[in-house]
């Protein structure tokens, strides 16, 4: 192997299970005929059950729909208090609904909420017309996303999830949608929310208290998001999300028979996961590993820090001892600005060995003249 490859193979290991890519299916009790149980931060299956058949997949739709909003949220394309005119079209949309009225003025807070909480059908297509410039605009950023997440078994003709015969994923996908969207932290502040009053009317004279669909957010405590479903069509769907230490799990139940078994299999694969696994960062992101000295800089030590982190996945009770070494390349001398490698961290167990670059916490200035001159100082005394 040539070695200008081996940088490229590390890079893309840096963030690992020490796991098997996919797991026998284990001995669990659920009635959904598709189901999937994802660890998060590897993407890697921990249960599975029919995991990539192809069904409707009802209003669990608008996971896709928030994870959209909030990339335009985080990359600044929009702001929470931006203000949203509902179009005709999104007012006359059935099912769930916030009660939206034509020309009503709502923030893409407001609407967030709405979907989150209530599901709002209207509340998806405003905020769907908004960030796509149009309903069919933002069906094209919907299915380019699912291309570039590698949804294989999914395409998306709605922004909402009502009846669309072109609108349709499996267990598998709608987990790795799933595990993009918490990514973002902000969507904590919408999916994990119980009730919220909210105002809606174009005169702002109708109050509304949402309940959230998720019942497990009061059924248990470990679980604080993602989205329910439910159509005749899609049967009753869910994707829950849970976190223990390090792990976040995601649990996806598709085609229920009824609300009380999409929850209970839910919560037997979570149960299941949180007590069969753990996940531990050996170091995160953004990690300060040491402090070093930088000839001719400011300070006498500057903090070095990862940019990427190291996340092992392991049965319970068998997490993997690791060993670091850090390596400061020589002749480093200030300024250096914050994008520029200035060591190497390895990590090292029995079985794997994994490398990642030190960068400066902050930009390395150089030292004043009369800084420079007061050290030459200081050392001539001694």
């Given amino acids: 192997m040539k070695k200008k490859m081996?940088?490229?193979?590390?890079?893309?290991?840096?963030?690992?299970?020490?796991?098997?890519?996919?797991?026998?299916?284990?001995?669990?009790?659920?009635?959904?005929?598709?189901?999937?149980?994802?660890?998060?931060?590897?993407?890697?299956?921990?249960?599975?059950?029919?995991?990539?058949?192809?069904?409707?997949?009802?209003?669990?739709?608008?996971?896709?729909t928030m994870l959209i909003a909030m990339e335009y949220l985080d990359e600044g394309r929009i702001t929470p208090e931006e203000s949203v005119i509902i179009s005709q079209r999104a007012s006359a949309m059935g099912g769930t609904r916030l009660f939206l009225e034509a020309n009503e003025v709502r923030t893409v807070d407001d609407l967030l909420y709405g979907i989150?909480?209530?599901?709002?059908n209207d509340a998806a297509v405003a905020l769907a017309e908004f960030i796509g410039g149009s309903y069919e605009g933002f069906i094209e950023l919907m299915n380019e996303k699912a291309r570039q997440l590698g949804m294989d078994d999914s395409y998306f003709g709605t922004p909402c999830g009502l009846e669309d015969k072109d609108n349709y994923s499996c267990a598998y996908d709608t987990a790795l949608m799933s595990a993009e969207l918490l990514k973002h932290e902000r969507i904590y502040n919408y999916i994990?929310?119980?009730?919220?009053?909210?105002?809606?009317?174009?005169?702002?004279?109708?109050?509304?208290?949402?309940?959230?669909?998720?019942k497990l957010l009061t059924q248990t405590d470990y679980v604080d998001g993602i989205k329910t479903g439910y159509t005749s069509q899609s049967g009753y769907c869910l994707s829950a999300t849970a976190k223990k230490g390090d792990m976040r799990l995601i649990a996806v139940v598709m085609n229920a028979q009824s609300s009380a078994v999409r929850f209970t299999d839910t919560k037997?694969?979570?149960?299941?996961?949180?007590?069969?696994?753990?996940?531990?960062?050996?170091?995160?992101p953004g990690d300060t590993v040491c402090a070093a000295p930088i000839l001719n800089a400011e300070n006498p030590t500057s903090e070095l820090a990862v940019r990427e982190g190291v996340y092992s996945l392991s049965e319970a009770g068998k997490q993997k001892q690791y060993e670091e070494k850090t390596e400061i390349f020589p002749s480093l001398s200030a300024p250096i600005d914050g994008n520029t490698p200035v060591g190497k961290l390895t990590i090292t167990s029995n079985e794997e060995v994994f490398?990642?670059?030190?960068?400066?916490?902050?930009?390395?200035?150089?030292?004043?003249?009369?800084?420079?001159?007061r050290r030459i100082g200081e050392y001539a005394l001694y």
């Fill in 116 to 120: 989150a909480i209530e599901s709002g």
């Fill in 355 to 373: 490398t990642l670059d030190l960068y400066p916490s902050a930009p390395i200035e150089k030292c004043t003249f009369r800084e420079f001159l």
């Fill in 192 to 214: 994990s929310v119980w009730t919220k009053e909210v105002t809606v009317g174009r005169n702002n004279d109708v109050k509304r208290v949402l309940a959230n669909t998720n």
């Fill in 268 to 284: 037997t694969l979570l149960i299941y996961g949180m007590n069969s696994f753990e996940g531990k960062y050996i170091i995160k």
């Fill in 6 to 64: 081996i940088p490229a193979i590390m890079a893309m290991f840096l963030i690992l299970c020490i796991f098997p890519a996919r797991v026998e299916s284990a001995e669990i009790a659920i009635d959904c005929p598709c189901a999937v149980l994802m660890d998060m931060n590897t993407k890697r299956v921990l249960y599975e059950k029919d995991s990539h058949k192809k069904q409707p997949i009802a209003s669990m739709t608008k996971i896709m």
